[in-house]
């Protein structure tokens, strides 16, 4: 299911625990950095590095696979995708056969046969978002950039 | 949470201010604090790298600033929103988080006297070059832009000669060359004119005007639509390693908020043009009955354009709103509800007929500002355009017969006695010229 709203991406985060997260960089100016490094400081996932070129992330240890991954701590609920779009498909087979509930592209990681193997497979699928950013949408940190986060509520917000 | 598209009105009174987390307060907390503590070291190297979410110092950002910034943005249906000093900050900041030395920028003729100035003057000292278009005429805008051009740049509503611009035929043409549409919404508010929904994909906005509405505060802003693809490459100072902020690319890093992101973390800090924490907070005030004050100032402009159009001492009227206006067609598809409340007329007798006019008023207000909920009136040959060449003033729709209407919220018979009486005073200066 490719999941289109901002308000099905939110259940998503919340029934989600652990975060696999491809193509994690230990360099502090990529992106998958920030985003590594911002969902690990908030404490709301328990967000692992895939990548086979690094040991550890912040002391966090990085396995080569999704496979060797699933293989010590099971099934991953969100697998993360920080890889060329061309390599997308791989990718989402690797996550489909680690028995990961959903798969997130990253900002330009749009590929159709990685979108749609995801999908048929059953897997929660979201494409062209930033899980950082998503998550800040309701916890209040996109609101403290300006940023229109669609959130329209007159409950105080659960701190 | 529902994905329930919510009203213009509610979105004016809820989008970006919810009660406060911390203490429940209903109305929005105004935090006058230059600065904010960090939870940690961590914490701090985090937020400095723009790694996390959060409050450093005021220049950057400010909680109340930030519950401006997005309920203006969702009123444009932006992505999000920066607030600045002042109208002419936002657009300073708005060209330069996509434009540098070298670099070309096309625009509209029929612009604030301000603007062009800054253009044509600090602009082009800075390098950054610009090209005029008279009358926003969408194929010369085509065939202005250049390899270099980095932007595109009208306002809604032209100041003061009250054009409107056909947004959706020039940011068709400046999509095609990979550039995207600034549109200047200070005349329209989003409530009269959402240009994003057209096709802009930056607004700019004094919010000085309307959207504080009560003369009282200075204040700019910028939304962004979140759509233009700054990382194709047409804008190497958001698609490339920057040196400001040590070696980050915006646009693979922040994906939408690309453009937003660098206006905060370079351009606002850089060039210091933060708004006050209180006139952010007042402007709040201002968003949250726009949808009521709007329609008045609308329907008085439209007795007073009517009133005016059937005077033998005025020679013409330019208001968008009058059914001979030329801009009547554009009018209708850009603006629905009303061409709003800001237009010009022309006295028969010229500049001593123009100078008698104003100064036979009572109730009208003689200074240069607009959108105040009192009524303004203003000679902008002698004031606003002043600096302006004799081309320039001919290219931006303005004569020396020219007089700027602003108008407010009083009783519609009251400004029509007024006028009445400012047009009488100028019959006999133009009389005795006779």
Same mark, same amino acid.
């Given at each position: 299911m490719i999941l289109e709203t901002a308000a099905e991406r939110r259940e998503l985060m919340d029934r989600s625990r652990t975060v696999a997260m491809v193509g994690a960089s230990p360099n502090p100016t990529r992106p998958s950095y920030f985003v590594f490094s911002y969902l690990r400081t908030r404490g709301k996932f328990e967000v692992t590095p895939i990548n086979p070129a690094t040991a550890e992330i912040d002391g966090v240890k990085s396995y080569p696979s999704l496979a060797a991954y699933a293989a010590e701590n099971g099934p991953p609920d969100i697998v993360d995708v920080f890889r060329k779009a061309d390599d997308a498909p791989q990718v989402a087979r690797e996550a489909i056969a680690a028995g990961a509930k959903a798969i997130w592209f990253q900002y330009g990681v749009i590929n159709d046969e990685a979108i749609r193997l995801a999908d048929e497979a059953g897997l929660a699928v979201v494409v062209d978002r930033c899980i950082k950013v998503e998550s800040a949408r309701f916890d209040g940190g996109l609101s403290l950039s300006g940023m229109n986060t669609g959130v329209l509520t007159a409950r105080r917000r659960v701190r | 949470m529902s994905d329930r598209a919510f009203g213009f009105r509610t979105r004016a009174l809820h989008a970006g201010t919810p009660p406060d987390p911390e203490t429940g307060a209903r109305a929005l907390p105004l935090h006058?604090? /230059?600065?904010?503590?960090?939870?940690? /070291?961590?914490?701090?190297?985090?937020?400095?790298?723009?790694? /996390?979410?959060?409050?450093?110092?005021?220049?950057?950002?400010?909680?109340?600033?930030?519950?401006?910034?997005?309920?203006?943005?969702?009123?444009?249906?932006? #992505?999000?929103?920066?607030?600045?000093?002042?109208?002419?900050?936002?657009?300073? #900041?708005?060209?330069?988080?996509?434009?540098?030395?070298?670099?070309?920028?096309?625009?509209?003729?029929?612009?604030?006297?301000?603007?062009?100035?800054?253009?044509?003057?600090?602009?082009?000292?800075?390098?950054?070059?610009?090209?005029?278009?008279?009358?926003?005429?969408?194929?010369?805008?085509?065939?202005?832009?250049?390899?270099?051009?980095?932007?595109?740049?009208?306002?809604? #509503?032209?100041?003061?000669?009250?054009?409107?611009?056909?947004?959706?035929?020039?940011?068709?043409?400046?999509?095609?060359?990979?550039?995207?549409?600034?549109?200047?919404? /200070?005349?329209?508010?989003?409530?009269?004119?959402?240009?994003i929904e057209h096709g802009a994909d930056v607004v700019i906005h004094s919010a000085t005007k309307?959207?504080?509405?009560?003369?009282?505060?200075?204040?700019?802003?910028?939304?962004?639509?979140?759509?233009?693809?700054?990382?194709?490459?047409?804008?190497?100072?958001?698609?490339?390693?920057?040196?400001?902020?040590?070696?980050?690319?915006?646009?693979?890093?922040?994906?939408?908020?690309?453009?937003?992101?660098?206006?905060?973390?370079?351009?606002?800090?850089?060039?210091?043009?933060?708004?006050?924490?209180m006139n952010a907070w007042l402007l709040v005030q201002g968003l949250e009955t726009l949808a009521l004050r709007m329609p008045a100032h609308v329907a008085n402009a439209q007795k007073v354009a009517e009133f005016l159009r059937s005077r033998d001492e005025v020679a013409w009227v330019s208001y968008a709103g009058l059914p001979d206006s030329e801009e009547r067609e554009r009018a209708a598809r850009y603006l629905p509800l009303g061409a709003g409340a800001v237009f010009t007329f022309g006295l028969r007798g010229g500049r001593d007929a123009g100078r008698a006019f104003i100064e036979a008023l009572q109730l009208w207000s003689h200074l240069a500002n607009v959108g105040d909920a009192k009524s303004l009136v203003i000679h902008p040959a002698s004031t606003t355009h002043q600096q302006l060449s004799d081309e320039e003033l001919v290219a931006a729709g303005i004569g020396a017969d020219t007089v700027r209407l602003s108008v407010?919220?009083?009783?519609?018979?009251?400004?029509?006695?007024?006028?009445?009486?400012?047009?009488?005073?100028?019959?006999?200066?133009?009389a005795v010229r006779a």
């Open positions: - | 006058l604090s /230059t600065a904010f503590v960090f939870d940690s /070291t961590e914490h701090a190297a985090e937020l400095f790298a723009l790694r /996390t979410y959060g409050n450093i110092y005021t220049r950057i950002g400010n909680p109340t600033v930030a519950a401006f910034e997005e309920k203006l943005a969702s009123l444009e249906g932006g #992505i999000g929103g920066l607030a600045t000093a002042s109208g002419l900050s936002a657009q300073l #900041i708005a060209i330069l988080t996509v434009a540098e030395a070298g670099d070309h920028l096309v625009a509209s003729a029929n612009l604030y006297g301000g603007t062009i100035t800054q253009f044509s003057v600090t602009l082009r000292r800075m390098g950054i070059e610009t090209t005029f278009v008279p009358g926003g005429d969408v194929e010369a805008i085509r065939a202005a832009i250049r390899p270099n051009t980095r932007a595109v740049f009208t306002e809604t #509503i032209g100041n003061p000669n009250g054009g409107v611009a056909d947004i959706a035929a020039i940011a068709e043409v400046a999509h095609a060359a990979g550039v995207p549409l600034i549109v200047d919404n /200070t005349f329209a508010t989003p409530y009269l004119c959402r240009p309307f959207i504080g509405g009560h003369g009282t505060v200075l204040g700019g802003a910028i939304v962004e639509s979140g759509r233009f693809p700054w990382g194709a490459g047409r804008h190497p100072l958001l698609s490339t390693p920057s040196p400001g902020y040590h070696g980050m690319n915006f646009a693979e890093t922040f994906g939408e908020y690309a453009f937003l992101m660098r206006a905060r973390a370079e351009l606002l800090r850089d060039v210091g043009a933060a708004i006050s924490p407010g919220l009083e009783d519609a018979d009251d400004l029509l006695w007024d006028l009445e009486r400012g047009l009488a005073a100028a019959a006999k200066v133009a």
